[in-house]
Each structure stands twice: as structure tokens, then as C-alpha cells.
């Protein structure tokens, strides 16, 4: 039996959630934080529960937590943060105090110290925020269709201290390849930090981003490693880390309003210890019965077109998840996503195609179970 995505026979309405009105949604989308990101394995929250039971010295479970997670990875250093925003945060920091305790207490004003973080204009993307929550000011290279490495060159100024790379808009027009960055950015001194928060699966993009000579790599706890949903790592290289660690929670610092407590921490751990044990070959058969299920039970009319997608445009990652899309002249995709998640009694949410034009449904966090609820729900509002 294919290890789906979402084991737990969650009950249908948890009291917790029935209780206050609320009612749990059948998730078609994908590993989004605006639906609870993704749902933790039975045995991370045993270890959280356990966690739970003593008290420990958070800086020092932080350091082996970290060694422990970086030696899963493939890293050479770890700092788990609130999430991959906060890590942006966090990472923004480090690379404009160099860890030094002055500076770290001096954060978001950044007199005296290198405050620039720079990005392709085709990468800005809408978690910019949190690199500005530091101090840091985002500086913009190229232009969005367009960019070239002498355009970095240009940009490097003493004042950089950062380059920030999305992962996701890797592909885009208007991007440049790491492997070409890198170098420059080295020469330069300028740490390269990728923000990879949601382009894992494949467990094996990690070490690759070190390959392609990034310096620290950024990734979501709750999303594909089914950690808790404010949980983050930031990897790489060990003095960036320790200087990450600095600007972290329990210091007073940037990152001490993101506070990731000891069972996030042992929760963590042990999402990473059961996604790398997991065999991505199975999870992607598991997605794949999921999409045949979806297939059948919403075939093509002459109106409606549904096709299996396997995304390689840019944009839309992690790209190895197979998914089905939905589109016709009189389908308004934002509309029927709307309508699904206003649904009752079990509201459905599914996604929209990056151009707009096509529903989107992701088997990442979809049960097999649910599929019938979730084309029912389709046929609810489309002419199928
Ligand atoms: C989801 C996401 C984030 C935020 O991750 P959290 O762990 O929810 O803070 C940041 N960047 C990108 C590209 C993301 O997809």
C-alpha cells in the first residue's frame, strides 16, 4: 500500500474544530500555511508530546537538534527557525551583524552595517516582508523579463549583504542560474541564500543546491517535511549558521519574536528522521492513484477539458507532483475555488493554475477517501 501523503483517518469533524463552527477542509490544493500547511505524522507528535515532559536548555537542544537535522540533509550546519518566513528574517539578519552581539541588539536599525539584500526582479516575490522585518532593504537587479550577470556585478556595492535566490522562480525569464551566480557572489564575499520553502520533494534538490554553490538553503518544517507548521530550517554553511543562531530565538533579537518552542524543535527532528526514511517513490505512486481516481471520476465533456499535468513551466513547484487540471471557456477558475471553500458542510479547497485559466488540484494532501467528496464537489459547480 502506497504511503499516502495524509495517513491519519482524521475524524470527520474534530470536536476541537466542530465545537467553534469551524469546519475541516478537504484539501485538493497543495501544502498551503492558509489551510495548516500540511498534517504532522502520528509519530512527530508523539515526540512532541514527549518533549513536553521536562524542561530543557533550548540553546544547547537547538545545537544537537541542528547537527542532527544538517547530517540528514545533507548540510553542513542547522538552525530551525519558526518557519522559512521567519528564516528569511533570520538569515537577513545574520548576513548584516555577522552575529556580533552589538549589532544583533541594534536590529531593525542598521546604522553602520551593510543593510542591502539583493534580489533578480523577476524573484521578488510576496514574502519579501520578512527580509524586511530585519532591517534589511531589498534592492532589485534587472529587470523582470531580464537580467544579466554583469547587472550583479553592477549591484555589489559594499553596502550588499545578501543575495537572496527564490527558489521557485528558478526557471523564470528574467532568472539566472545559480551555478552562475555563485562564483560572482563568492568572489564577492556575499553570502548566496536560496529560499527553497516549498521545492522539496525531491529530498535530493538539497544537497544540489549546495552543489550549485548556494551558502545557506531555506525550507519550510510544515510543509513537505510535515513538521510542525511553525517550523523552519535554515542550511548551510556553519559560520552563517552560527551567525543565523545569534539573531534566533532564545536571543534577544530579531528572531526572538518567532519563538519555536522545545517540542517544535524534538517535532522537527523527527518529521526530518520520517521524511528521509520515506520512500519518494512510493509517496509519488500514492499521488499518482490519487490522480487516476480524480481522472475518473471527472472525464472531459465538450465543455470542460481535465488533463493529467506534470508542471515543468516555471512557477509552479515542487515540479515532480503530478496534478489535474481543469479548464473550459465558461470556467472562471478563482471563482470555482471560491465557491468550493464557501462549500457546507465540507468545504473543498483547490487550487488555480499559475495563468489563471485552469483549476489546479493537488494530490499532496488529498486522502484517497476524499476523492469522491472532492468530485462531487466539482460537479457541484462545473458542467461536468
Ligand atoms: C511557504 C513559503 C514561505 C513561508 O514558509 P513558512 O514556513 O510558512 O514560513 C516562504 N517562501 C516560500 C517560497 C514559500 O513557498
Keep these: 500500500m502506497p504511503d499516502l501523503s495524509v495517513e491519519a483517518p482524521a475524524e470527520v469533524s474534530p470536536s476541537v474544530y466542530a465545537d467553534l463552527g469551524v469546519p475541516p477542509v478537504i484539501n485538493a490544493w497543495g501544502t498551503m500555511t492558509r489551510l495548516g500547511g500540511s498534517l504532522m505524522d502520528p509519530r512527530v507528535l508523539e515526540a512532541m508530546e514527549e518533549a513536553s515532559h521536562a524542561f530543557v536548555d533550548i540553546p544547547t ?155 545557506l538553503v531555506i525550507l519550510s518544517g510544515g510543509k513537505a517535511l510535515r513538521g510542525p507548521q511553525s517550523s523552519g530550517l535554515i542550511l548551510g554553511r556553519a559560520d552563517l549558521v552560527e551567525q543565523c543562531a545569534a539573531n534566533n530565538y532564545p536571543n534577544v533579537s530579531v528572531g526572538r519574536s518567532m519563538k519555536t518552542d522545545k517540542e517544535t524543535i524534538v517535532g522537527l527532528l523527527r518529521a526530518v528522521e520520517i521524511y528521509c526514511e520515506t520512500d519518494e517513490d512510493e509517496t509519488r505512486a500514492g499521488w499518482e492513484q490519487v490522480v487516476d481516481e480524480l481522472l475518473r471520476g471527472l472525464p472531459s465533456t465538450s465543455q470542460v477539458t481535465v488533463r493529467r499535468v506534470i508542471p515543468t513551466i516555471p512557477d509552479i513547484q515542487p515540479l515532480n507532483i503530478p496534478r489535474v487540471y481543469i479548464g473550459g471557456d465558461r470556467i472562471e477558475p478563482a471563482r470555482v475555488q471560491r465557491l468550493l471553500l464557501d462549500r457546507r458542510p465540507r468545504p473543498v479547497a483547490v487550487g488555480v493554475s499559475v495563468d489563471g485559466a485552469e483549476v489546479a488540484l493537488n494530490p499532496q494532501c488529498l486522502r484517497l477517501e476524499e476523492v469522491p467528496e472532492v468530485v462531487k464537489a466539482l460537479r457541484e459547480v462545473l458542467p461536468l
Design 61 to 215: 537542544l537547538q545545537l544537537a537538534a541542528g547537527r542532527r537535522i544538517a547530517n540528514l540533509l545533507g548540510a553542513e550546519a542547522a538552525c530551525i527557525t519558526a518557519g522559512a518566513a521567519a528564516g528569511l528574517a533570520v538569515a537577513s539578519a545574520a548576513c548584516m551583524t555577522g552575529g556580533k552581539a552589538a549589532k544583533v541588539a541594534q536590529l531593525p536599525d542598521v546604522s553602520g552595517m551593510p543593510d542591502v539584500v539583493l534580489m533578480l526582479a523577476s524573484h521578488r516575490f510576496q514574502y519579501d516582508g520578512a527580509v524586511r522585518l530585519s532591517g534589511a532593504r531589498i534592492v532589485d537587479v534587472g529587470q523582470p523579463e531580464k537580467a544579466r550577470l554583469r547587472d550583479v556585478e553592477a549591484a555589489l556595492y559594499s553596502d550588499v549583504a545578501m543575495f537572496l535566490y527564490t527558489g521557485q522562480e528558478e526557471f523564470v525569464a528574467g532568472s539566472i542560474a545559480l551555478e552562475e551566480l555563485a562564483p560572482l557572489l563568492q568572489e564577492h564575499g556575499v553570502p548566496l541564500v536560496v529560499d527553497a520553502a516549498a521545492e522539496i520533494p525531491p529530498r535530493e534538490r538539497i544537497p544540489r543546491y549546495f552543489a550549485q554553490g548556494a551558502s
